[in-house]
């Protein structure tokens, strides 16, 4: 399996956090609160959107998520969107490394189910699947689809997680399902033919144990 290096642990042992974070550990596990996720409408006011353009709502969407701290944001159009739902029903499930510097990082393990994505800590998932928690929690909105061509994209995240390193996984998660043909080629050997996924070879980094 693909090795964690130079971090350890996870929701249940004491998850690898940020270095340098302003927060020590205890304060830090006070803050860990599940990701919720929200519906559309618990976010925006729907009727004054009605009327906006793609580029408009798209714009707004991404001005709104901006300064915020724990969550990034995304846009697909339809046919995007179609392409991931496509993909997802035969290849529901990847990894992704968070580089953390000096060549550590660890490894989220995504499990796309319809318009939801949760990406939790593989440690904790290889210990108990059950009761591993998110540290990262996508979900797509395809309310616009049809009058729009649009579909918004949250993703929320634990403090675990720096917001450069939320956005480096979300633009992850779109290169290997939407923008990469051949990136999804390595999605494809993930679910379809696992023992010959070849992590360093994808990624680069560390190797397998």
Request: net charge negative; hydrophobic share 40%.
């Amino acid at each position: 399996r693909p090795a964690t290096r130079a971090l350890s642990g996870g929701a249940a042992g004491g998850p690898p956090r940020t270095p340098g974070a302003d927060l020590d550990e205890e304060a830090l596990r006070q803050q860990i609160h599940p990701i919720v996720p929200k519906r559309l409408e618990d976010l925006v006011v729907m009727d004054k959107l009605a009327d906006k353009t793609a580029e408009e709502v798209a714009a707004l969407w991404t001005a709104f998520h901006a300064a915020k701290r724990d969550c990034v944001s995304a846009v697909l159009s339809a046919a995007e969107w179609q392409r991931v739902q496509d993909r997802q029903s035969t290849c529901p499930m990847f990894i992704y490394p968070v580089e953390k510097g000096g060549g550590a990082f660890y490894v989220l393990l995504a499990q796309w189910n319809n318009t939801h994505c949760p990406l939790t800590f593989l440690d904790d998932y290889q210990r108990n699947p059950a009761g591993a928690i998110p540290y990262f929690y996508l979900v797509a909105y395809p309310e616009f689809a049809k009058d729009k061509d649009t579909v918004l994209l949250r993703a929320e995240f634990l403090p675990y997680m720096t917001k450069d390193e939320a956005e480096i996984t979300m633009a992850k998660i779109l290169d290997f399902y939407v923008r990469d043909a051949d990136k999804f080629e390595h999605v494809k050997t993930f679910n379809l033919n696992s023992a010959a996924f070849d992590f360093t070879g994808v990624f680069g980094l560390g190797g397998t144990q």
